[in-house]
């Protein structure tokens, strides 16, 4: 079932195989489990040679299964590597421009340049539009002015931020000084590079607050923080410019005519995490099936008189929890590859029509699928008895590294509505 990507996902097993110092145990404090994250992450790229980079965009199906096998050694790690690729490295290519992917690109390759994506705000989650980070143009020094006018607004779950980002990708609004009475005009949302640790003392920079998210259910390898902003000042070109762009005299160019089609093509731009998501759940949901049919075979409880045990496996009950759970496990596969299929497809093409497919169908299966998989790791771990209970048997940090899943990368409710 890897495909032609099998070679490149044994690679990285053999990898952390041969790299005990890089396995998770499975007692670990925050502060150690994230350092540890980041040793992972630094250890693949650097000594591993594994440079995900260049496929989010050249061949996204290669990506994904190098995500896939990462998200198998750690769901922490996993989600560290989408944070630095999919997300703030994703964002600079994809709603970037040229001038963008030469300056940024090596940098988040080799990753001396860990980054974030600061979308969410503290008020508001799924409700993006009404997100109040605001970036004000300074035509006097063309420069963006970047401010958090309240604490709904601070920035707030930020993967990378509380400990090891350098930068964010920060979502704000735009907003222009204007001749008329209203003397300023609000373009919507848009996104912009903002520096936050210094490159070389990794302190704040000056107008940043860091703040810390603290010990969560699950993903304890991942620095979640809380960034917020006093009249930060970045030069314009850090406004990541590919659908709405502002000249050296503070006039607005896009070439999409309202603020709602510029929003959803920022947004659609952004469906990628979404894909990688659904994927990365299939692959959570893989780990778990086979924990719990291997066991299931090899386990024994009760039997004829006289007679050897059976294997719990051969019970209605234990079938009837684990084989449509199987099957389903390879249906999923295979629509998360065909959803692949598309999403490279429609990164190559541009084809409208192909955009609203996968926008349909990324937020039907990343809702569908990891619904399921969260549901199944509960059933795996009963059905595999006590022992299912054993930290190191896996199924604790799968079920709550995995919970998050139905919510991040847009909420299963509110996704469902858009299918
Ligand atoms: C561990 C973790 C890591 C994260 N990493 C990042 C990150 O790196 N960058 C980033 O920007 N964000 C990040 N997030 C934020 C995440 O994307 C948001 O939590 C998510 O978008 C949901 O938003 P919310 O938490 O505000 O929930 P809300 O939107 O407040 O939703 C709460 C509840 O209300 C329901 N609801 C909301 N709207 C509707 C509606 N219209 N109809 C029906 N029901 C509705 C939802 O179904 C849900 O049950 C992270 C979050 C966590 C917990």
């Given at each position: 079932m890897r495909g032609k990507h099998r070679e490149i996902q044994e690679k990285i097993f053999d990898f952390f195989n041969s790299s005990p110092d890089l396995q998770t145990p499975t007692e670990i404090s925050m502060k150690e489990h994230r350092e540890l994250c980041l040793r992972q992450l630094l250890g693949l790229v650097r000594?591993?040679?594994?440079?995900?980079?260049?496929?989010?965009?050249?061949?996204p199906a290669k990506y994904f299964a190098i995500s896939e096998a990462v998200g198998s050694i750690d769901i922490s790690l996993g989600i560290k590597f989408g944070v630095q690729y999919s997300l703030w490295g994703g964002s600079v290519l994809n709603l970037g421009t040229k001038k963008h992917r030469d300056k940024y690109f090596d940098g988040i390759d080799n990753l001396d340049y860990l980054g974030c994506f600061a979308m969410t705000e503290l008020h508001h989650g799924s409700n993006?539009?009404?997100?109040q980070t605001v970036a004000t143009f300074d035509p006097i020094t063309d420069e963006f002015i970047i401010d958090?006018?309240?604490?709904?607004?601070i920035k707030w779950w930020?993967?990378?931020?509380?400990?090891?980002?350098?930068f964010a990708t920060v979502f704000a609004r735009l907003v222009l000084p204007t001749?008329?009475?209203?003397g300023v005009s609000d373009m919507g949302v848009h996104a912009f590079i903002v520096p936050?640790?210094?490159?070389?003392?990794h302190q704040p920079l000056p107008g940043i607050e860091i703040n810390d998210c603290g010990h969560?259910?699950?993903?304890?390898?991942v620095d979640n923080g809380a960034l917020r902003f006093r009249s930060v000042r970045i030069p314009?070109?850090?406004?990541?410019?590919?659908f709405g762009d502002v000249t050296r005299d503070g006039k607005y160019t896009s070439s999409l005519p309202t603020i709602n089609k510029r929003f959803a093509a920022t947004l659609g731009e952004l469906v990628g995490g979404r894909v990688g998501l659904a994927h990365s759940s299939v692959g959570i949901l893989k780990i778990a099936v086979t924990i719990a049919v291997r066991y299931s075979l090899l386990r024994q409880q009760f039997g004829p008189p006289k007679q050897p045990e059976v294997s719990i496996l051969d019970y209605q009950s234990q079938q009837h929890k684990l084989m449509p759970m199987l099957a389903s496990t390879y249906a999923f596969h295979f629509a998360t590859q065909y959803l692949v299929e598309k999403y490279s497809e429609m990164k190559k093409t541009h084809d409208e029509q192909l955009v609203g497919d996968v926008h349909a169908l990324s937020a039907g299966l990343k809702s569908y699928v990891t619904s399921f998989t969260a549901k199944s790791l509960s059933t795996c771990r009963e059905a595999c008895g006590?022992?299912?209970?054993?930290?190191?048997?896996?199924f604790g940090t799968l079920r709550n590294d995995h919970d998050i899943f139905q919510t991040f990368e847009g909420d299963n409710t509110v996704l469902l509505q858009q299918v």
């Amino acid at each position: 079932m890897r495909g032609k990507h099998r070679e490149i996902q044994e690679k990285i097993f053999d990898f952390f195989n041969s790299s005990p110092d890089l396995q998770t145990p499975t007692e670990i404090s925050m502060k150690e489990h994230r350092e540890l994250c980041l040793r992972q992450l630094l250890g693949l790229v650097r000594e591993g040679k594994i440079k995900p980079f260049r496929y989010v965009v050249e061949d996204p199906a290669k990506y994904f299964a190098i995500s896939e096998a990462v998200g198998s050694i750690d769901i922490s790690l996993g989600i560290k590597f989408g944070v630095q690729y999919s997300l703030w490295g994703g964002s600079v290519l994809n709603l970037g421009t040229k001038k963008h992917r030469d300056k940024y690109f090596d940098g988040i390759d080799n990753l001396d340049y860990l980054g974030c994506f600061a979308m969410t705000e503290l008020h508001h989650g799924s409700n993006v539009q009404g997100l109040q980070t605001v970036a004000t143009f300074d035509p006097i020094t063309d420069e963006f002015i970047i401010d958090t006018p309240n604490d709904g607004a601070i920035k707030w779950w930020i993967g990378n931020a509380a400990v090891h980002g350098k930068f964010a990708t920060v979502f704000a609004r735009l907003v222009l000084p204007t001749h008329d009475s209203k003397g300023v005009s609000d373009m919507g949302v848009h996104a912009f590079i903002v520096p936050i640790r210094d490159l070389k003392t990794h302190q704040p920079l000056p107008g940043i607050e860091i703040n810390d998210c603290g010990h969560k259910i699950g993903l304890n390898g991942v620095d979640n923080g809380a960034l917020r902003f006093r009249s930060v000042r970045i030069p314009r070109d850090n406004l990541l410019n590919r659908f709405g762009d502002v000249t050296r005299d503070g006039k607005y160019t896009s070439s999409l005519p309202t603020i709602n089609k510029r929003f959803a093509a920022t947004l659609g731009e952004l469906v990628g995490g979404r894909v990688g998501l659904a994927h990365s759940s299939v692959g959570i949901l893989k780990i778990a099936v086979t924990i719990a049919v291997r066991y299931s075979l090899l386990r024994q409880q009760f039997g004829p008189p006289k007679q050897p045990e059976v294997s719990i496996l051969d019970y209605q009950s234990q079938q009837h929890k684990l084989m449509p759970m199987l099957a389903s496990t390879y249906a999923f596969h295979f629509a998360t590859q065909y959803l692949v299929e598309k999403y490279s497809e429609m990164k190559k093409t541009h084809d409208e029509q192909l955009v609203g497919d996968v926008h349909a169908l990324s937020a039907g299966l990343k809702s569908y699928v990891t619904s399921f998989t969260a549901k199944s790791l509960s059933t795996c771990r009963e059905a595999c008895g006590g022992h299912g209970y054993a930290a190191v048997n896996r199924f604790g940090t799968l079920r709550n590294d995995h919970d998050i899943f139905q919510t991040f990368e847009g909420d299963n409710t509110v996704l469902l509505q858009q299918v």
